[in-house]
């Protein structure tokens, strides 16, 4: 059958109709905040207890936008005979948000978890020169990071809990051993040394 | 008719006039918002942006009034006055309920209203030709051109009603009608509903204005409130036009209680084509220059002419 006239027209019309009557999808941010999605690039958190100043993140930033200030710090010897050791000590932590491009390769290289992404994204300025937040700005940011998201429940146990885990099986394993050691000699003939390692274990 | 009456008549018009336009403003920023999925004004006034055409109007009002160097001063000055105050007058004469409820009875009321809101769109060529600028210019002459096209249909299908009804006096056209007048005239509903639109330059009726290409057609040149009042001009035409087919197609007062309730009855069907008018402009986009024109000559004027026809055999058959 060959569609009708005008048939074009009124589909037009039923579909703004039907917009209508639905709820309209805008975001009306300023009153209502958005719902960000996990793992959102809103800003760059340091938690600077962290950093070392290895510089890597300076060095591999595609736009050079984070500046590291530091100097040696000289601790003297532990003992007598020692060498008098060095530490780094970080003078200024700076990222210029208005060259940054969020792609997150400071945060994918630091080795020591100092850099985070944090969802906070409302940190607009009137002027440019003002998007250079310094290290006291970047660790307040530090608070908004979110815990990580949690492991699929099929997932890998991570590395460090199965480490830990291992060692503590190991520890545990260890002790039970020992303690049946000590309650077999026990059994027979009661001594005051099993008494003892009893205490001990 | 006493002079307070007259003035009450008069003062009761003007406010009509004044504020229901407004709202049919309003309607269109939301109905079109959320036909586009959006939400429209939100802040001005607090309660769903009730205040955004008041805020509109203050704005309006603080913008400099200019007037170009090459422009014909008195007659670009005076283009918004003639493009809006015609729709004031034909307000005037449109019956709202029973027993006189009008502002004041004109025994000739169809020819009358046709005629003066025939004026209206000389604003629009004052306004294009006073410009001094191509594109008002292009604008206007557009305007002048749809309304060549479109004027005839719209008499044609006034004409068909009229001779139904056999008289011209707009409250006597209602007093005749019966409701299967309407499946009677609906053809005529239609042709003059459609051509009023192409008058108001409503979309898709709206190349005199297309903005993309002749940036706002005749109004280019117009700031602050001579602008607004173009504006308002349009609203005030979406106002008597849907006033004017409730009266003419769609019975006007008639309805249940049309006896204590008549006048709520047209305000409701002015209302509902009102919405009609926002809804085909959220939903069509603007027709090419040359289609409009056949449009109007190629289906319009035929379909106009049908109806007249029709309604001639009609009115033979039943008298």
New interface residues.
Partial sequence: MAPLPGRGLAKGLAVTLRTMTRRSVTAQYPDVQPELPPRSRGVIGLLEENCTVCMLCARECPDWCIYIDSHKETLPAADPGARARTRNVLDRFAIDFSLCMYCGICIEVCPFDALFWSPEFEYAETDIHELTHERDRLREWMWTVPAPPALDPAAEEPKEVAAARKTADKQAAAAAAAREAAAAPAAVSPSPDSAEEQQDS | MTLLDALLRCVAVLAVFLVFPLVIGQTEHK?M???????GP?YAGGFHGWAQLVADGVKFAQKEDVVPAEADRRVFQLAPAVALLPYLVVLIAIPVGPHGLVGQAVDAGLFFVLAVMGVGVLGSLMAGWASANKFSLLGGIRTAAQLMSYELPMLLAAASVAMAAGTLSLSGIVDAFHWWWVPWQVVGGFVFFTAGLAELQRPPFDMPVADSEIIFGAYTEYTGLRFALFLLSEYAGILVLCALTTVLFLGGWHGPFSDGLGWLWTLLKTFALAFVVI??R???PRLREDQLMRFAWTVLIPLSLAQLALTGVVKVVIS
């Fill in positions: 109905v918002a959320h036909m586009q999925g959006r939400l939100m809804w085909l959220v939903t069509y």
